[in-house]
Nanobody
Framework: QVQLVESGGGLVQAGGSLKLSCVASGRTFSSSAMGWFRQAPGKEREFVAGILWSARSTKYADSVKGRFTISGDNAKNTVYLQMNSLKPEDRAVYYC???????????????????WGQGTQVTVSS
């Protein structure tokens, strides 16, 4: 059974930074992709960033390019999302997800990801 546990959310002022962490357990993730998604109140869950464990290739939503950075630590089975220059519109519940079938691309649809964490709230005040 795969488990994903996020942490690092909180309240921050606009322009500030937060770093989210997602610890994965239950299997090795050397041949899969990990993604961060977010869901704001009244909106659908959307892709934020993703990383391929093996190739370390990354992908970002246009709305966060240049502000957010996704990275991973294989030894710790942990993926991070460094969020800088936060804006009020970044406010959402952020979810970590695992796509175990992806070996060469980062997919951006929620349906591609089999496992999800419980989410962590990020609130940005203006």
């Amino acid at each position: 059974q795969v488990q994903l546990v996020e942490s690092g959310g909180g309240l921050v002022q606009a322009g500030g930074s937060l770093k989210l962490s997602c610890v994965a357990s239950g299997r090795t993730f050397s041949s899969s992709a990990m993604g961060w998604f977010r869901q704001a109140p009244g909106k659908e869950r959307e892709f934020v960033a993703g990383i391929l464990w093996s190739a370390r290739s990354t992908k970002y939503a246009d709305s966060v390019k240049g502000r957010f950075t996704i990275s991973g630590d294989n030894a710790k089975n942990t993926v991070y999302l460094q969020m800088n220059s936060l804006k009020p519109e970044d406010r959402a519940v952020y979810y970590c997800a695992a796509d175990l079938d992806s070996t060469h691309i980062v997919r951006v649809t929620t349906g591609a990801y089999e496992y999800w964490g419980q989410g962590t709230q990020v609130t940005v005040s203006s």
